[in-house]
């Protein structure tokens, strides 16, 4: 259990300013589920991102680019059940926002009323900079996701490290800025140099998640599939394993087989 679940108030948008103000990390992980969703929460996180990487970890697809509004609405609303305290975030998928604000309103309603998730996130900056600020008109919070975006993969054609040239560099602190000035609630700065990641998060009052963009954040995220070790055919650098699930799970998944082949289970005591 984590020495940091004293406080069980509901966390909010407001508390996660309130975090960064006091200089207190903020622990963000991914869930899909209600079941894992309620074991996290329980666990202390203080965000929990329903987030479209479920197109690769549950779902087995190469990107994330296949996950649809209906596909990600079913992931929230199970995690939603499952959540006390932590904050859900879902992520709007790809094709939901990009090119038509009211779309992307549209799109962000259907979350927020469907689910019950309580703020949703999306990849970019200033070119999708009407279809944050149409949401934000709405009521509806907005966590930014700058530097590496998985959703545009087939752009870049790489997962490689973001923002290492100056004028990228410049570029993601011209949308950090803008992201906070029209509105959003935190921003996710994914696979940038640590430097620059620190840089941002000084310049700016709203809280900074990193993955993969060093310590200097206000907080982190990892996907939940590849921190338990469930998923351990991704290994990057900034990826630190907190178990071996796919070895203990595929271990106590062996035993039940071998005592079901030879009649073990069940035995007399697990029989009405």
């Known amino acids: 259990m984590s020495t940091y679940t004293e406080d069980r108030r509901k966390v909010t ?4 300013a309130e975090m960064k103000q006091r200089g207190e990390k903020i622990a963000m992980l991914t869930a899909y589920d209600y079941s894992m969703a309620k074991l996290i929460d329980e666990a202390g996180v203080d965000v929990i991102l329903v987030g479209d990487s479920a197109s690769n970890v549950m779902a087995g697809n190469v990107t994330t680019l296949p ?6 609405i079913y992931h929230a609303t199970s995690v939603v059940k499952g959540v006390t305290r932590a904050l859900v975030v879902c992520d709007l998928p790809f094709g939901t926002y990009q090119g038509n604000s009211k779309q992307a309103l549209d799109s962000a ?8 998730a309580e703020a949703v996130k999306l990849e970019g900056g200033a070119e999708i900079r009407e279809s944050i600020e149409r949401i934000l008109c709405a009521g509806i919070p907005v966590v930014g996701h700058l530097g590496l975006t998985p959703q545009s993969i087939n752009k870049f054609g790489t997962y490689a490290v973001r923002a290492k040239e100056e004028a990228e560099a410049e570029k993601l602190i011209s949308d ?3 992201l906070e000035e029209i509105g959003c609630c935190a921003i996710v700065l994914e696979k940038i140099p640590a430097a620059l990641a620190k840089r941002v998060s000084e310049q700016l009052t709203i809280p900074t ?5 060093g310590g200097g954040t206000d907080g982190q995220v990892l996907v939940m599939h590849d921190m338990l ?3 351990k055919g991704f290994s990057p650098r900034f990826l ?4 071996d699930l796919s070895t203990i799970i595929n271990d106590a998944v062996a035993h ?11 035995n007399t005591s697990e029989q009405y």
């Open 256 to 266: 039940y087989v071998d005592d079901v082949k030879t009649s073990d289970f069940p």
């Open 229 to 231: 070790g469930i998923n």
């Open 209 to 213: 998640i990193g993955i993969g963009a």
């Open 240 to 243: 630190r394993r907190y178990a």
């Open 13 to 16: 948008t407001r508390r996660l």
């Open 109 to 116: 309603i259907r979350i927020m009323k469907e689910s019950g």
């Open 176 to 178: 950090a800025k803008m």
């Open 67 to 72: 996950m649809t509004l209906d596909q990600m």
